[in-house]
């Protein structure tokens, strides 16, 4: 090999590790922003879960009229549907519509997986 062509496998080397390594850092950012937004359903839904439960409990005892919306309630729908479309979005990144539909389903029913990370 000549003293160019030498130097263009190593430069082209070098060039792939940094890219790799820029990638990997990438990857593992979505992965992280995914966790964040995963916990944050999490919360947000059982939250409002359990806000209905009570109301609805609340209104069988008479202490609350039915279809009464209070400031507490339009905040917390407001966050839960915030923390939502964050989940999606960032779900999305790295799995399939359907994928994310199932998961975000089984969190609003109260049974996400705390493992789960498309983006890992």
């Known amino acids: 090999m000549t003293k160019k062509t030498t130097l263009l496998v190593v430069v ?3 060039a792939g590790g940094i890219a790799w390594a820029i ?3 990438m990857r ?3 992965a992280q922003e ?3 937004a995963r916990f944050q359903y999490n919360l947000k839904s059982g ?3 359990l806000h209905d439960t009570l109301n609805r ?3 069988e005892l008479g202490k609350r009229k039915p279809l ?3 400031p507490d309630d339009e905040r917390i729908d407001r966050e839960a549907s915030a923390a939502e479309r964050a989940y999606v979005r960032a779900c999305k990144r790295c799995a399939s519509a359907s994928e994310c539909e199932y998961h975000r389903q089984n969190i609003e029913l109260g049974r996400g997986s705390e493992s789960y990370n498309p983006c890992d």
């Open 68 to 70: 009464e919306e209070t």
């Open 23 to 25: 990638h990997a850092a």
């Open 57 to 59: 409990r609340l209104v």
């Open 47 to 49: 939250t409002k879960r």
């Open 12 to 14: 082209l080397v070098v």
């Open 28 to 30: 593992a950012q979505t």
């Open 34 to 36: 995914f966790e964040d």
